[in-house]
């Protein structure tokens, strides 16, 4: 075993204690088996029921967003966003090259293609000064539309994305949403709890995504929502996700194609306990941040990645950085604290290194390259910073 | 209030007892909680657990088909479903115009177009020998594929639905999928526990699909399975489902465009302890129906649709047919009978009438239009048959 994997592995054990420790597992430590035993006792488990549109007004509630509608997970909160945004067949949406595969598979359900930006070194995401010289130099607005010179698509949307909880720059997002008409799209799958200022991430922008998959922040064993300050857009997003059906008091009627995308109640119920007690998880999550980034200050080569100036990050999966120069130690560093038992992680394999992306259009990605050769995700469920 | 619909208010009260009676409802009479206080111990909810394996491994015992997938809905079992036998942007897919949304909805997102065929006045389901005589007239065989002449485009798949639990001919539909090199896919969403002869619907064909929605015979919140009895399907299914992640240690890399459609750990719990009572469930269904058979023995101008001969239905929702004498008088049973607490509903609006499908492809559908006209599902929740 190499020092530095030595080194790390070593740290990350003072930290969470003694083996074995997962990557992120959720907690449940409220009020999640009372309000599963009313779901059954009420008979209400499927697609409609009372914890449905309590998980949704919670969720307004905490992200101030004007409109939230529960779904099924986080990727079909996307695709629905992006079609609600106005991606039809053939059109482009810009998303971060580092990011998991969901953001890509969203856009090419709408019909569309991805089109790769790169990541800024600091908050992991989509790098503002980059892509805005990026569009300059390919993009061209024709008629209120962006349109790809190259490819002679329209881009419809930008979507970057909050990595691991880190919010984007998104001023310079919205900036380039604006100057380029592009609809922005926020996916906020990772960053439930993070703001930039006093607001909640995926409120910025046209639409934003959340999820709580197993192992998100808060979970519903599956899930996802789509939030919207854009009354309509709301309305929209909740007669797509629920097949498009006309309310009637028996006709079965639907007036357009739409999903079977709801969030069963009794996933709803899962998150309504989850969501009373994310206060305190944040909480602990912030703290676990803090003995990481002491426990690392003095490893060469590292870094733990902290929330950007300005905004608060919910820290969901912490993150080591390794420097440039050493990493090439990256596998070692993977394989000896899984060997430890301590689960780590690199960032996802970059979308335009999978089979189903490589031809997509792509500006220089040489930073989410970098990054993607240096990022360890290292054990980051909340309790561990109780 | 017309003396046909006082008579039938007055049957189904003497069936079901005192209002107000739901059209389905769920039982949770058995491990539900259990289960779910052991996920939620566990803090398996989510995409990986013990109840996941399970629930596939007793669905594939139950049905006796050799692999079953949970999934997260029928819609979705139905897309990847359509996807794995073969279908491509451009293709047709023969479908019931009496079905749910759902079965178009699903070959639309495969990038297929829905040809809709006419209805059996026995089975409620698919007719074999109008639809054998249509594909006479209309389709041929090409290099091993079959061709809508009057559209160009291939014919990739029938897919016939388990009408309201009814099985439909599948001998019949077997026989014209043989001859006209069509994949046969089974909509099974409805009709669990429904078999002909020995033999599970949803297991004849290239592969079958189910619901577990929250009004199904048994229900895991939102829920669905892909069954088939080919290996490679199968693991083509499971692998599509989730997310077309290639397993490793530590790496997210995806070979295709894959879908977030697993059943979350936290469903398939209640699943497991709901199929423990499938059995009890399906004897109460049919007594259920023998009662609502007797009591409309004597009501002139009605029929209460029973299982095919060689068949045993699951009898999902019980089904009062008008004669066509007596049609006009459905719009006043539906109210008189959902007035006085017993809710009722007609057939689903016919495929070919939604705005979405209204320009697809259609054989003559007098049969399938009359029965729209004449169907009223009644209570029938499995309770009631205790």
């Given at each position: 075993m190499s020092d530095m994997a030595r080194s790390i592995t070593e740290r990350i054990a003072r930290v969470?204690?003694?083996?074995?420790?997962?990557?992120h597992e959720p907690q449940f430590e409220g009020n999640e088996r009372s309000y599963l035993r009313e779901c059954i006792d009420s008979t209400?488990?499927?697609?409609?029921?009372k914890f449905v549109d309590r998980f949704e007004a919670d969720l307004a509630t905490f992200t101030g967003a004007r409109h939230a509608v529960a779904v099924a997970n986080g990727t079909a909160a996307l695709h629905v966003a992006f079609r609600l945004a106005g991606?039809?067949?053939g059109d482009e949406v810009l998303i971060p090259?580092?990011?998991?595969?969901a953001t890509a598979n969203a856009v090419t359900y709408a019909g569309a293609t991805p089109h790769f930006i790169d990541s800024d070194e600091?908050?992991?995401?989509?790098c503002p000064v980059a892509l805005r010289e990026y569009l300059d130099s390919v993009a061209e607005v024709h008629s209120g539309q962006c349109v790809n010179?190259?490819?002679?698509?329209?881009?419809?949307v930008l979507a970057p994305m909050h990595t691991f909880g880190h919010p984007v720059d998104i001023e310079g997002m919205l900036s380039i949403a604006h100057d380029f008409r592009l609809a922005l799209v926020e996916d906020a799958a990772e960053s439930l709890?993070?703001?930039v200022g006093a607001r909640h991430t995926?409120?910025?922008?046209?639409m934003g995504t959340s999820s709580f998959n197993g192992?998100?922040?808060?979970?519903?064993?599956g899930g996802g929502a789509i939030f919207t300050n854009d009354e309509t857009l709301g309305k929209r997003a909740k007669h797509l996700t629920t097949t498009a059906k006309l309310p009637h008091r028996w006709e079965y009627t639907h007036d357009e194609v739409g999903y079977n995308y709801r969030m069963p109640n009794l996933n709803a119920a899962l998150g309504c306990a989850q969501l009373e007690r994310l206060p305190q998880m944040l909480a602990a999550k912030r703290r676990l941040y803090e003995r990481y980034a002491e426990a690392f200050?003095?490893?060469?080569g590292t870094r733990i990645v902290a929330e950007p100036t300005g905004c608060r990050s919910n820290y969901w999966l912490q993150t080591l950085v390794l420097d440039p120069a050493v990493e090439h130690e990256r596998d070692a560093v993977l394989a000896a604290t899984n060997d430890a038992g301590y689960m780590t992680r690199p960032a996802w394999t970059l979308m335009h290194r999978l089979i189903p992306y490589a031809g997509c259009p792509a500006m220089n990605l040489s930073v989410a390259e970098s990054l993607g050769r240096r990022i360890i995700n290292i054990p980051s469920s909340s309790f561990l910073g109780c």
């Open positions: 969470v204690g003694s083996a074995p420790v997962a990557l209400f488990v499927s697609s409609v029921g991606v039809v067949g090259a580092l990011t998991f595969v600091r908050t992991l995401g989509a010179r190259k490819t002679g698509r329209v881009i419809r709890g993070s703001t995926g409120t910025f922008g046209l192992n998100k922040t808060i979970t519903t064993g200050a003095d490893v060469p």
